[in-house]
């Protein structure tokens, strides 16, 4: 989801609510504490530089229970970070929360609540490294057999 998405999205709520993988809630009464943007320049193993930019939500929750962060305010300090940082609304979100350390996730919606969605670690040079390509799981089911087979009592043996 990017910037974009998530303000036209948060036109037509409520109330904001966040899903973990697990299907648990973040607590409503969680701030936002940073919108920014970050920028990762990196070399992968097969040597090739490459860079990649998100705008960076941080979710936290404090022993304020009585908080709300209501759609309209979670608007404008989209739109305040976008005018002074200069963040692209063509972003891309990656969402924080503290878990056992803190985890990223990427942003989606269903039904009306934002989803964070898990991140998975990847080899983006895996020609260069010699790691083997996927094969194709068949079912043996679905195999076709041979027109030519011999069967039982044919006499082909």
């Given at each position: 989801m990017t910037l974009s998405e998530i303000k036209k999205q948060l036109e037509n709520l409520d109330q904001i609510a966040f899903q973990l993988p697990n299907g648990g809630l973040v607590p409503s009464h969680?701030?936002?504490t940073e919108v920014g943007e970050v920028v990762k320049n990196f070399i992968d193993c097969g040597g090739t530089v490459r860079k990649e930019t998100?705008?960076?939500f941080q979710l936290w929750e404090a022993n304020d229970y009585d908080h709300?962060?209501?759609p309209e305010k979670l608007?404008?300090?989209?739109?305040?970070?976008?005018?002074?940082?200069?963040l692209d609304e063509n972003l891309e979100i990656e969402v924080e929360y503290q878990g056992e350390t803190i985890q990223k996730y990427n942003l989606d919606i269903k039904e009306g609540v934002f989803q964070l969605?898990?991140?998975?670690?990847d080899c983006l040079a895996k020609d260069n490294c010699?790691?083997?390509?996927?094969?194709?799981?068949?079912?043996l089911r679905e195999l076709t057999q041979p027109t030519n087979t011999c069967t039982p009592g044919s006499g082909c043996c």
């Open positions: 969680f701030h936002v998100v705008a960076n709300r962060l209501h608007v404008s300090i989209i739109e305040l970070s976008e005018r002074v940082l200069g969605t898990s991140k998975f670690t010699g790691i083997p390509q996927d094969k194709p799981k068949q079912n």
